[in-house]
């Protein structure tokens, strides 16, 4: 509760309301999310929240907005980071980029998946995924282009290659399925491993990557 508290005295009430809303959904399920009882865990009175979501339907709109957008630029940042123009270390590192922000925010990322926070997909959300997808599916194309999987479809590559950092995602931040999993691996380089299974880098990629 503390940290939600020096969120807002901070000035970022709305923030402080979505992070509480995503733990929320995470801990407890969506039922018992109120606007009332996140502003009595926030510390802030009852009407606070109302100045930045009007309805509880509101909020999840705004949540699985924020959460996408916030996932969309970690991985594009991702991708920007490598300052490279190689295709595929582009695309490996988004794939990274897109996990790593997955397990660095499990509530968050559990949360905008909920069907009910889905749900509430806005216009400018689903114009948000249109055009992130455009992304995405050229930079996967672009590798097809340089030689992986070059005589596969795009929509099965496209599909593939989605399906393994989402799917990895999904997995390890579920508390049932995690278990599945060995533990014994550092974060990052589980997940290294894992994005290098479906965007391999070759030893030339790697020479760049580390020159």
């Known amino acids: 509760m503390n940290v939600q508290k020096k969120s807002y005295h901070?000035?970022?009430l709305?923030?402080?309301?979505?992070l509480r809303a995503a733990e929320v959904i995470d801990e407890h399920g969506i039922e018992v999310l109120s606007l009332r009882s996140i502003a009595r865990d926030l510390g802030v009175s009852h009407s606070a929240p109302n100045r930045h979501f009007k309805s509880k339907a509101s909020l999840l709109s705004a949540l699985a907005l924020d959460?996408?957008?916030?996932?969309?630029?970690?991985?594009l940042a991702a991708a920007e980071e490598t300052g490279s123009a190689n295709p595929h270390i582009r695309l490996n590192a988004m794939g990274r980029g897109y996990l790593r922000w997955a397990l660095t925010n499990r509530a968050l990322f559990r949360a905008i998946n909920h069907p009910d926070v889905k749900r509430q997909a806005s216009d400018e959300l689903n114009d948000a995924v249109d055009n992130f997808s455009d992304i995405v599916r050229s930079a996967i194309e672009a590798t097809r282009r340089a030689?992986?999987?070059a005589d596969t479809s795009l929509e099965a590559l496209t599909i593939f290659t989605n399906a393994v950092p989402i799917g990895a995602a999904i997995v390890l931040s579920d508390s049932l399925l995690a278990r599945l999993?060995?533990?014994?691996?550092?974060?990052?380089?589980l997940i290294a491993q894992v994005v290098d299974l479906v965007v391999p880098l070759s030893e030339i990629d790697l020479e760049e990557t580390t020159g």
Do not use: Q
């Not at 709305?14 to 979505?18: G, Y």
């Not at 999993?181 to 380089?189: G, I, Q, R, S, Y």
């Open 14 to 18: 709305a923030e402080a309301v979505l």
């Open 181 to 189: 999993m060995p533990t014994e691996m550092e974060e990052e380089a």
């Open 147 to 149: 030689g992986r999987h």
């Open 67 to 75: 959460g996408w957008l916030k996932v969309r630029d970690a991985t």
């Open 10 to 12: 901070h000035g970022n």
